[in-house]
């Protein structure tokens, strides 16, 4: 899995015209998922987003986590995380899972990521021609790919 990670204000993911989900402070998370994904990559990225201190404490510094400070989590599944851009022009998706394979992977991340912040999640609809809106806070943005573990 390919992720990017954004530590937000707010954020919502629209779809024809009506908000699909929404949070207030917390974490946008675009979700990418190849082949080669299970569940041991599901527990890890989860366990690695839940704890990552990336909120700001009393000191300004930061150090608590979306858990720590009861954010939300909005995670948009997008494909093009996986893009090859090594020949030409257009980008190839060839390593992006596709939607028979991708859709499991993605509700099993969903709900691990809800069982491991103790609360819902907001989510976009996998496959659906999404528009994200977001501010991002900081900005901090994190990108994690757990074939890589980093």
Known sequence: MRTVIQRVSNASVTIDGKIAGQIATGLLVLLGIEDADGDEDIIWLSNKIINLRIFND?????????????????????????????????????????????????????ERLEQDLGNKIETGIFGADMQVQLLNDGPVTIVIDTKNKE
């Open 58 to 110: 009393e000191a300004g510094v930061m150090n608590r986590s979306v858990k720590e400070i009861n954010g939300g989590i909005l995670l948009v599944s997008q494909f093009t995380l996986h893009a090859s851009t090594k020949k030409g022009a257009r980008p190839s998706y060839i390593k992006a899972s596709k939607s028979d394979k991708a859709i499991p992977v993605y509700q099993k991340m969903m």
